[in-house]
């Protein structure tokens, strides 16, 4: 069974930028999609993008269309989320994900504890 830690959230200023980093580990394997989700407070969790095993295929959600850039190295067993241009309506929780990500499905195999990332106006 493959886990998903994720790193690197925190405080930013409206404007500013911040890459979040989920590692893999265990029964790890490239094709596995890997994804981001987030959660705001009082909201429900909500997709952010993917991308395929290969890194061929990446979705993006419209609000972040743009300003996200989600990567993979399959070497390291690592997806990054590069996030530019931050406003105060993406604070929240991101969470990344393992499994069978799609367009109009996903299904999740690993979701991991989540980091806070706030940004301030």
């Known amino acids: 069974q493959v886990q998903v830690v994720e790193s690197g959230g925190g405080l930013v200023q409206a404007g500013g930028s911040l890459r979040l980093s989920c590692a893999a580990s265990?029964?790890?394997?490239?094709?596995?999609?890997m994804g981001w989700f987030r959660q705001a407070p009082g909201k429900e969790r909500e997709f952010v993008t993917l991308?395929?095993?290969?890194?061929?295929?990446?979705i993006y959600a419209d609000s972040v269309k743009g300003r996200f850039t989600i990567s993979r190295d399959n070497a390291k067993n690592t997806v990054y989320l590069q996030m530019n241009s931050l406003k105060t309506e993406d604070t929240a929780v991101y969470y990344c994900?393992?499994?069978?990500?799609?367009?109009?499905?996903?299904?999740?195999?690993?979701w991991g504890q989540g980091t806070l990332v706030t940004v301030s106006s």
């Open positions: 994900a393992a499994g069978l990500l799609r367009a109009s499905y996903r299904i999740v195999d690993a």
């Open positions: 265990g029964r790890t394997r490239s094709t596995y999609d």
């Open positions: 991308i395929s095993w290969s890194g061929g295929t990446t």
